[in-house]
């Protein structure tokens, strides 16, 4: 199992930073009393079980099939903070995680997961985790010309299925071509089978990193439509917990709030290659 991120820091500075607020959160208990629900209490007892899909560089197995990521790494410290020490991580297809979740296969989406109207009918979210955006990639050179989102209509899109970038789409009237696995679609666009695709630009550059010689050309001039951004599933990217479970809930939100505050989230994500703008939503100008 990966070693909890603290204890890594080799630099003088981040250690005399973060140390003193990572020795506050061993004392921190969350206020969960007013939800009157046992489900962060038995989290703690029994344990937890978290669900992700398999998705460099959010959460993934790592060589040694450990799970590893950014989003990993963020519910380790959560998990550090609030004192569940019992966890198992159950692997699925993007589109299993709600069910599974609403079945009670698992107690916390831990991919990290966007705020949506279809999805605030079903589950409730954590707080803030950590920001990222879309990108429209296009074959290298941009032979269709794609300008803006409405250029996408009537194209062969690539998304995965039930994810913010394939609700999005559809609901402007672009008709998708579903996929289970982010590295099978941008191959796809890679191989001339498909006309563009809508991806987070962090499961893009991961791709573009470990691809170097692709045939692909990200579109960042494209604005973000707002309607995507506020409402639309990119919002702050955030964790999927039951309805009923209040108290589990409550103490993930403030545990966040006490990694972001201490800097941990920050130190993670400059570890995969981000910066603090991935701590605040902003559009993907460049």
């Known amino acids: 199992m990966r070693k909890p991120l603290y204890f890594v820091f080799t630099l003088a500075l981040a250690g005399a930073l973060v140390a003193p607020a990572l020795a506050q959160q061993a004392e921190y ?15 703690v007892k029994n344990g937890i079980n978290l669900g992700s899909n398999d998705n460099p560089p959010e959460f993934y197995q790592d060589a040694n099939k450990q799970p590893a990521g950014i989003d990993w790494e963020i519910n380790k410290a959560v998990l550090d903070v ?12 993007w589109e299993s995680v709600i069910p599974s979740l609403l079945s009670k296969r698992i107690d916390v989406i831990a991919a990290d997961i966007h705020v949506n109207p279809e999805r605030v009918k079903v589950i409730s979210f954590s707080g803030p985790a950590w920001w990222y955006g879309p990108v429209v990639v296009v074959q290298k050179g941009n032979p269709l010309k794609i300008a803006t989102y409405d250029n996408l209509k009537g194209k062969k899109v690539g998304a995965i299925s039930g994810s913010a970038a394939d609700l999005y789409l559809r609901r402007v009237g672009v008709e998708t071509t579903p996929f289970k696995q982010e590295v099978d679609e941008l191959q796809s666009l890679n191989q001339g089978r498909l006309d563009a695709v809508l991806e987070d630009d962090v499961v893009y550059l991961e791709f573009a990193s470990k691809n170097p010689n692709n045939n692909l050309d990200p579109l960042w001039s494209i604005p973000v439509p707002t309607d995507i951004i506020s409402g639309g599933g990119y919002g702050m990217a955030r964790f999927g917990i039951r309805k009923e479970d209040c108290s589990l809930r409550a103490a993930y939100s403030e545990a966040l709030s006490e990694i972001r505050a201490s800097g941990q989230v920050s130190a993670i994500l400059k570890k995969y290659g981000l910066s603090d703008r991935n701590l605040m939503m902003f559009t993907l100008h460049p």
């Open 29 to 43: 208990t969350p206020s969960v009393a007013n939800c009157g629900d046992p489900s962060y209490e038995n989290a």
């Open 82 to 93: 609030l004192g569940i020490k019992k966890f198992e991580i159950v692997w699925m297809p």
